[in-house]
């Protein structure tokens, strides 16, 4: 109704209405609309002085008082009863349909489905605390069960998980089963203190949760371990120093991205196909295959990876990642060969490594040493032991003698976008690994450009070394 409104019809009412609010023996001409004192302090102002929302509040006067517009209040009128009338949308679940149309649930006779034995209704097992006489069986009684403050095992659960998730294991180990099969608490009273501040203390309130425990005596420790310690406790289940665990497939990968500048922050889409090895779709029964995204898409986080469970990607199932088929609470944490290789060799690992030499040289420094220390800094936030810096540069000088022989040998690993998984039966060893022979033709990567000499690629050789570091892949 506002673009409705007549400006020379609204200017006169509001002389009117100006001369009215500074009468001080004001006429009851507004008295059957009860004006609120802050519409006339409007009304008071100077016209240059009021800003554009006391200019709609005194429009939205104007349209309820002036007669042209009772037709359109009347309609707006009863468009808002009609609205008021209308019933929410609201999920639909059983209790809300007909009683004939509820379904019944039936035990099946030795597992037939067709054979229905006695009929069943929602409750849950003996062995757990029993639902509240006046609460509804159905998923509102259940959540109400959950958090009641008479079941303390919600809360211990959710703790568990959130300890295992900042130790590596749970104070319950087997963080799926807190039941008979599952393994004892190696600290129960702990469990119990932390459980009751998360529900009670903190009112469910995780962030806290967290902060209570990063900020222990406990969890401070240095993850250093002495050879007694690790004799007598080679887990850590009696937490006598800090944690110290390898990190998730996603985030060795994310982060080795990250620290050579690689990774795209874009968030939510499709889902994206960063480098495989070829073949692995590869099947007589389906046309499906696998096409490498390109610019940024290529570098997005892991959780973008596009999954097929039954051909999951490699280089994250390498690390333990779930192939999906099963719902699972945690990850089982393996140590093999294959994990090292796929982080010496696979395309995203390498193209990480170049991305990273790059960055070590552009960051206004001009020896080896320089690079290799700031490298080491943008991995592991610290400077490098004099000892480590030193094999770093031999690996360097190494390298660096090779490449001048095989000038081509260098172009292909800092080209290694083109080239992944390209020539692959051909193939040299070297003291420092596999490496493509030679370079097949096509254009550099924008992340990547400029020429391929030796020390361009023996750079990168040494920053895959330190994106290989125990200290890089670990959590300690």
């Not at 289940?237 to 990968?253: K, T």
């Not at 290694?416 to 390209?422: C, G, Q, R, S, T």
């Amino acid at each position: 109704m506002h673009a409705a409104v007549n400006p020379d019809d609204f200017a006169a009412w509001t002389q009117r209405f100006e001369e009215y609010a500074r009468d001080t023996d004001r006429p009851p001409f507004f008295e059957e609309r009860a004006l609120f004192p802050p519409v006339i302090r409007i009304a008071q102002k100077e016209a240059d002085r009021r800003s554009p929302n006391d200019i709609f509040v005194l429009r939205s006067l104007f349209i309820d008082m002036e007669p042209a517009f009772e037709a359109m209040r009347a309609e707006r009128s009863r468009l808002q009863e009609a609205i008021a009338e209308l019933e929410p949308l609201t999920t639909p679940v059983i209790r809300e349909l007909p009683a004939a149309s509820a379904r019944t649930t039936h035990i099946f006779d030795r597992g037939n489905w067709l054979v229905h034995g006695e009929p069943v209704e929602p409750d849950v097992p003996d062995a757990l605390p029993a639902f509240s006489e006046d609460a509804p069986r159905n998923r509102l009684g259940l959540a109400q069960w959950l958090f009641d403050p008479a079941n303390p095992l919600t809360a211990r659960v959710a703790t568990n998980r959130f300890w295992e998730q900042l130790f590596g294991a749970g104070i319950v180990e087997t963080v799926e089963d807190f039941g008979t099969q599952g393994e004892p608490p190696t600290h129960p009273e702990l469990l119990d203190a932390l459980a009751l501040q998360f529900s009670q203390d903190f009112e469910w309130s995780v962030k806290r949760l967290l902060k209570e425990i990063v900020t222990s005596a406990t969890y401070r420790q240095s993850s250093h371990v002495s050879p007694e310690l690790l004799d007598i406790d080679p887990d850590n289940r009696l937490l006598a120093r800090g944690p110290r665990f390898r990190l998730s497939a996603e985030q060795i990968r994310d982060q080795s991205l990250a620290v050579s500048g690689l990774l795209s922050d874009k968030m939510l889409g499709p889902s994206v196909f960063p480098p495989q090895p070829p073949g692995l779709w590869t099947n007589p029964y389906s046309d499906l295959t696998w096409v490498t995204s390109e610019g940024e898409d290529r570098y997005r986080r892991a959780l973008y990876t596009y999954w097929r469970r039954t051909v999951p990607y490699p280089s994250l199932l390498a690390f333990d990642a779930m192939s999906r088929e099963l719902c699972t609470s945690r990850r089982i944490r393996t140590n093999s060969p294959l994990q090292s290789l796929v982080t010496l060799n696979d395309p995203v690992y390498v193209e990480a490594a170049v991305a990273l030499a790059r960055r070590m040289q552009e960051e206004g420094y001009d020896t080896p040493q320089d690079w290799l220390r700031q490298g080491y800094r943008l991995a592991l936030q610290r400077d490098p032991p004099e000892e480590a810096l030193e094999h770093l540069v031999t690996l360097y000088e190494t390298a660096l003698a090779d490449y001048r022989q095989r000038p081509e040998a260098a172009a292909a690993l800092v080209h290694i976008k083109e080239n992944a998984f390209a020539g692959y039966e051909e193939t040299v060893q070297t003291d420092y690994g596999s490496e493509p022979a030679y370079a097949v033709p096509g254009p550099a990567s924008p992340a990547m450009t400029g020429s391929a000499s030796p020390e361009e690629g023996a750079l990168a050789v040494a920053a895959n070394a330190i994106l290989n570091l125990d200290a890089f892949l670990t959590k300690e």
